[in-house]
């Protein structure tokens, strides 16, 4: 059972993300699956005649039925927007229960040490974004650690850990990571029979679930090209696009995970991030009294499986390293079982070090995260467009501006492929502007080209990069044709009236 503190803690931690991104933030846009499949799944499929169950992802397919439900009851009681609610509020739950799992490593004498040892993950960029928008790596990362935390004890219920394997795998489809540290921490003690039985059960469950929601989806897929799909895809890595090895792009996603990123790929001091690792692993270090090796060991196989998977797939992506900052952290917390009360000085040595890296990323990245909380893109879009009319034919470039326009209502056509995923340059925008200025002028009505010069990825290079864009003296030498919309002395687009 809890302590009232680690309750407490948790409690905090829900309000605290749950209130961070209100639902149409730039913060909450710069995570952008949450939005968009709270819209989808919600916003326009259930309130329609279409079934929402098409708008399920199958990469993590259970939290998409979760905040499909939810948000039905959601509905019920009158809130607004109830799909981007539903993602919010299972994101900030993901994130307490993803503290209570930490610190469940430490055991039941060093409870409060073991909230200690979440506190890097805790002031990370990357775990307060993700929980504040909803997403589904925190509620998937929550049900693996606790699998691992219960498969430590000796009278180990396989009931609740077959239960635990489903939510992990089933919740994201990376679960499986998890699966053999399960495997080597439960397998000693269940056994080999019902290791396997547990196992094979979890993974019935799982298979069952996506057969049933395939089925019910009656699309011309066949059931591998469902459960593949994302993974057929070829683009998800910018290591050959931008010629930087995929290991060097991974140390910069786990330091921007930590701080967020503040130079262009390729181009950033990996200091603070290579810092945080060697602390993490020298406290766990510190404090291990341990001859068993089998926790080590489970945490080595998920790191290795997550490393080896993400360095093909998507290296870049931040959110990936979550689950890896949040593994070792629960690595600290369990070496310091050993220990009675607070009081050796190597656990009060590990608690200053901890400490000091949550408020070095803090530090670092606190001003960034607060500024995420305006919605100016949305304000921005709802601006133009009233500038351009209602009968204007509205062209847009960003994926996220994009939706926010097709959630007002709005017939918006999208003219890029969004390139470069962190913005679109300087010179890549002036020549989109100076096309559209050939074309606007055949039109017989309003015509606009918005751009998002507010959020994209959301990143601090990201942003300062954007705000820069205004004062760039090429883009004054458009046809006068173009009537450039400003908002917040940012450009935001161009209208041919």
């Known amino acids: 059972m809890p302590s009232k503190a680690r309750i407490a803690a948790a409690l905090a931690v829900f309000l605290l993300t749950l209130g961070l991104f209100p639902s149409f933030s730039d ?33 993590h397919l259970l939290f998409n039925l979760a905040v499909y439900e939810l ?27 993803c503290l209570l799992a930490v610190s469940a490593f430490a055991g039941p004498r060093q409870q409060t040490f073991g909230l ?30 606790y699998a691992m935390a219960l498969a ?28 053999p540290a399960i495997a080597i921490l439960a397998g000693p003690r269940l056994g080999l029979r019902n290791t396997v039985a547990c196992l094979g059960i979890a993974g019935a469950l799982t298979a069952a679930l996506y057969l049933g929601i395939w089925a019910i989806r009656s699309q011309e897929e066949s059931l591998l090209d469902y459960l593949l799909g994302l993974g057929q895809r070829t683009d998800w890595s910018l290591s050959s696009v ?21 130079e262009d790929y390729g181009q950033n001091s990996l200091w603070f991030g290579g810092l945080t690792l060697v602390l993490l692993l020298g406290s766990a270090g510190l404090l291990s009294a341990h001859r068993a090796l089998r926790l080590p060991l489970a945490i080595a196989s998920v790191l290795v499986l997550r490393v080896g998977f993400f360095l093909v797939f998507e290296p870049q992506n931040w959110e990936w390293q979550l689950p890896n900052l949040a593994l070792l952290c629960a690595l600290i917390a369990w070496a310091a079982r050993s220990f009675e009360g607070f009081h050796a000085p190597r656990q009060r040595l590990v608690a200053l070090l901890l400490t000091g890296l949550a408020i070095g990323s803090l530090s670092q990245h606190l001003e960034w ?21 209602d009968n204007a034919v509205l062209y847009v470039i960003g994926f996220k501006a994009e939706r926010l326009l097709q959630h007002d209502g709005h017939d918006v056509r999208r003219i890029d492929n969004e390139g470069n995923p962190a913005l679109p340059t300087p010179e890549t925008l002036l020549a989109q502007a ?19 010069t507010f959020v994209r990825d959301g990143q601090p290079h990201t942003i300062r990069e954007l705000e820069s ?24 687009g161009w209208l041919k009236r």
Request: include cysteine; proline fraction near 7%; glycine fraction near 8%.
């Open 242 to 262: 931008l010629g930087i090895p995929p290991a060097h792009l991974m140390a910069e996603a786990f330091q921007t995970t930590l701080i967020g990123r503040f």
């Open 434 to 452: 100076r096309t559209f200025a050939q074309v606007a002028p055949a039109s017989p009505i309003p015509v606009a080209l918005l751009v998002d």
């Open 27 to 59: 913060g909450r846009l710069a995570v952008f699956d949450p939005f968009d499949y709270g819209e989808r799944i919600v916003e326009v499929e259930r309130l329609s005649e279409d079934d929402g169950f098409v708008a399920t992802h199958p990469n």
């Open 116 to 145: 200690l040892c979440a506190l890097p993950l805790v002031a990370s960029r990357g775990f307060l974004f993700d929980a504040a928008a909803g997403e589904s790596v925190l509620p998937a990362t929550a049900c693996g650690l």
């Open 469 to 492: 864009l205004l004062a760039r003296e090429e883009f004054e030498g458009l046809p006068p044709i173009l009537e450039p919309l400003e908002f917040d002395g940012r450009l935001v």
């Open 152 to 179: 430590l004890r000796e009278n180990l219920p396989i009931v609740r850990l077959t239960l635990l394997l489903f939510l992990t795998v089933a919740t994201r489809q990376d679960g499986l990571w998890f699966l």
């Open 369 to 389: 995260t607060l500024r995420a909380r305006q919605n100016r893109l949305q304000q921005a879009m709802r601006l133009a467009v009233d500038e351009a009319g």
């Open 71 to 97: 948000s039905a009851g959601l509905d019920l009681l009158g809130f607004e927007h109830p799909g981007h609610l539903a993602t919010r509020l299972l994101g900030a739950l993901g994130a307490a229960l």
